[in-house]
């Protein structure tokens, strides 16, 4: 298999661009998480879902975010409008279901200027 | 209250010592998975181990090993003869039930970044 695919790998954009992320999961995996990693704050969970339906989406920073997993293969994080502060790596993972371990994608570095 | 606690935010070891790192967890559950996770400078995170809280056999894995200690809510990471490759983050997650739904709620505490000079 070929792990989990993130894209694009780095994102570079102005302030009040609309930014969107892409995540293909592993195959057969039922859960994807998106993460975002920051040297101040961490690694935090932004949102999960089961068999494509939100379960959780209590860390989503505010109403500029949005996912949304529209089958088992694809999810997309988006950020309308980013902001400098958005700018970080963002995970996704996925895994086969909650005793399993999170299968991580590459990241996206996203810079807003 | 934190769900995943790794007090110790940065170590640094000289090459060939040992090192363990720790990992202290909160939980209701009585089903619930550990896990440690390795990110090295490169940034991709690595899953290293995962552990049931019915199993508390320690497990080694050549320089790798872990102790889980329920008594202690502990599952802490040793690496013995520490390398300059291990230099990383680590990080320990939870994963446990959310609501009745079965559904899985993971947290990760906040890593341990690791140096190892040679």
């Known amino acids: 298999d070929a792990g989990v695919i993130q894209s694009p790998r780095h994102e570079v954009t102005e302030m009040g661009q609309e930014v969107t992320l892409r995540c293909k999961p592993i195959?057969?995996?039922?859960?994807l998480f998106w993460y975002r990693q920051t040297m101040m704050r961490g690694l935090e969970l932004l949102i999960y879902f089961n068999n494509n339906v939100p379960i959780d989406d209590s860390g989503m920073p505010e109403d500029r975010f949005s996912a949304k997993m529209p089958n088992a293969s694809f999810s997309t994080l988006k950020i309308q409008p980013s902001e400098p502060r958005d700018s970080a790596v963002y995970f996704c993972a996925s895994s086969r279901d909650r005793a399993n371990e999170q299968y991580f994608g590459p990241g996206t570095r996203l810079t807003v200027t | 209250a934190q769900k995943v606690t790794q007090a110790q935010t940065e170590i640094s070891v000289v090459e060939k010592e040992d090192v363990t790192l720790d990992c202290v967890y909160e939980t209701r559950d009585t089903t619930y998975y550990l896990f440690w996770y390795k990110q090295p400078p490169s940034g991709e995170l690595v899953f290293l181990i995962r552990r049931n809280s019915f199993d508390e056999q320690n497990e080694i894995s050549g320089r790798y090993s872990w102790n889980f200690q329920k008594s202690t809510s502990s599952f802490n990471f040793t690496i013995t003869a520490s390398q300059v490759v291990d230099s990383a983050v680590y990080f320990c997650?939870?994963?446990?039930?959310?609501?009745?739904?079965?559904?899985?709620?993971?947290?990760f505490g906040i890593g341990t970044k690791l140096q190892v000079i040679p």
């Open positions: 997650a939870l994963s446990e039930s959310y609501n009745s739904g079965g559904y899985q709620k993971v947290t």
């Open positions: 195959s057969g995996h039922d859960y």
